[in-house]
């Protein structure tokens, strides 16, 4: 499994280019860092390669093809803010199986009590609605992981344990990971490879 951004070039308005012929490759089982300045077009990559906007130029490739546009997203992206990420007339069970069923083993792991399911999105910290978060983007068709800054508005115990379960994700299903952070340590730590764009 390969995902590809293949001369990615995007643009808000018609001044400037956010985005300017980016290219990267993630592996199946790699765990790939991605950096740059606050404002340089990290999200804006994040959400172009989980199919959420379309380049202006350039492709992002599955496998060699485009993304699909109809049923299950392999591409799976976590935001910033999960507070933003959760519709908050939904009660926490039906946002984490909003996209299918999760496995009970990852929800465990990522420390999600039973009885969290039944409290709404304002009933829960920032930490404990990342948990959801994330685990709702760990279904089982998950191939790839976008995470655009996942951990950096939560506790370092939080963040510790989040990354731990993203790693063992890796490990067992060969899981690809972007990690988006302008944190240096933090892509030192989980990164073999990190890119920068500017
Ligand atoms: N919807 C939008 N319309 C216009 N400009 C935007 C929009 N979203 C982001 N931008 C601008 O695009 C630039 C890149 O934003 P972003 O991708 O969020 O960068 P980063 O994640 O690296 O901080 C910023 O200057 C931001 O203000
Ligand atoms: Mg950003």
């Not at 935001?79 to 069923?101: F, I, S, T, Y």
């Not at 999600?112 to 829960?124: A, T, Y």
């Not at 990342?130 to 983007?137: E, I, K, M, S």
């Amino acid at each position: 499994m390969l995902l590809e951004a293949d001369g990615i070039s995007f643009r808000y308005n018609k001044n400037s280019w956010i985005l300017d012929n980016v290219h990267l490759k993630l592996h199946a089982g790699e765990v790939l860092g991605l950096s740059g300045p606050s404002g340089c077009g990290k999200t804006t990559l994040a959400q172009i390669l989980a199919g959420y906007k379309r380049p202006h130029r350039g492709q992002v490739k599955l496998n060699g093809k485009p993304l699909p546009t109809k049923g299950y997203n392999p591409v799976q992206l976590v935001w910033q803010h999960p507070e933003k990420a959760v519709n908050p007339r939904w009660q926490m069970k039906k946002v984490l199986n909003e996209r299918g069923p999760i496995d009970e083993e990852l929800m465990k792991a990522l420390g999600i009590e039973p009885d969290w399911l039944n409290r709404w999105p304002n009933e829960l910290s920032g930490g404990e609605l990342q948990r959801f978060c994330l685990a709702r983007a760990l279904g089982p068709e998950t191939r790839f992981l976008i995470a655009d800054e996942i951990t950096t508005m939560l506790d370092p115990i939080t963040q510790a344990q989040i990354w731990q379960v993203i790693l063992q994700q890796v490990e067992k299903r060969k899981l690809g990971v972007l990690v988006i952070s302008h944190e240096q340590p933090l892509l030192s730590r989980l990164c073999s490879r990190i890119i920068t764009i500017a």
